[in-house]
């Protein structure tokens, strides 16, 4: 089965800053790879597909990249709405997995 | 308006089964392919099973393999997880989930609650 390990686990933030979030991948999953972000209470809202498209409707101060093992989600400039959790989703091959979950919080 | 609405949650004795329906609307079901994923409160996502847009292709979550049946009726717009043998570690909050490239929708889950 597929690993994926998402880091930082949680994180403090200011509003307008550049947050970066990274999952990576125990073996090669190309591009199939997806974020979610969860407000608290809320179902979770996907932002990027394969691995740095954005979903439509989402802003343009997300953004998604890399493939094989190694991805990045980044927040270019932190608003107070992103205050969130945020999960990576490998579906290259079954079982799917997500990461672990990245919280931001308000610093 | 898209719609995936789950339902069949519930309390539940260990041991015990429980079938957990999502009825889809207002996009083309046969043309995605459907997830679940489960979420105990507090907790990270957990993927728990999916299944291609013609059945042909079905995948389950270590943790739930050999217990849990995913299945879909096309002509249902209806997505199905027949959960056997629960365990007090199923507790949790099921969602049925649609992908299909660009578009993908999320239900509003449903809670399981395993205990005597």
């Known amino acids: 089965d597929i690993q994926m390990t998402q880091s930082p686990s949680a994180m403090s933030a200011s509003v307008g800053d550049r947050v970066t979030v990274t999952c990576r991948a125990s073996?090669?999953?190309?591009?199939?790879l997806a974020w979610f972000q969860q407000e608290p209470g809320k179902v979770p809202k996907r932002l990027i597909y394969a691995a740095s498209s954005l979903q439509s409707g989402v802003p343009s101060r997300f953004s998604g990249s890399g493939s094989g093992t190694e991805f990045t989600l980044t927040i270019s400039s932190l608003q107070p709405e992103d205050f969130a959790t945020y999960y990576c989703l490998q579906h290259n091959s079954y079982p799917w997995t997500f990461g672990q979950g990245t919280k931001v919080e308000i610093k | 308006e898209v719609q995936l609405v789950e339902s069949g949650g519930g309390l539940v004795q260990p041991g015990r089964s429980l079938r957990l329906s999502c009825a889809a609307s207002g996009f083309s079901f046969d043309d995605y392919a459907m997830y679940w994923v489960r979420q105990v409160p507090g907790k990270g996502l957990e993927w728990v099973s999916g299944i291609s847009w013609n059945s042909g292709i079905i995948g389950y979550a270590d943790s739930v393999k050999g217990r849990f049946t995913i299945s879909r009726d096309n002509a249902k717009n209806s997505l199905y997880l027949q959960m056997n043998s629960l365990r007090a570690e199923d507790t949790a909050f099921y969602y049925c989930?649609?992908?299909?490239?660009?578009?993908?929708?999320w239900g509003q889950g449903t809670l399981v609650t395993v205990s005597s």
């Open positions: 989930a649609a992908a299909s490239g660009p578009r993908g929708y």
């Open positions: 073996q090669g999953i190309g591009n199939y």
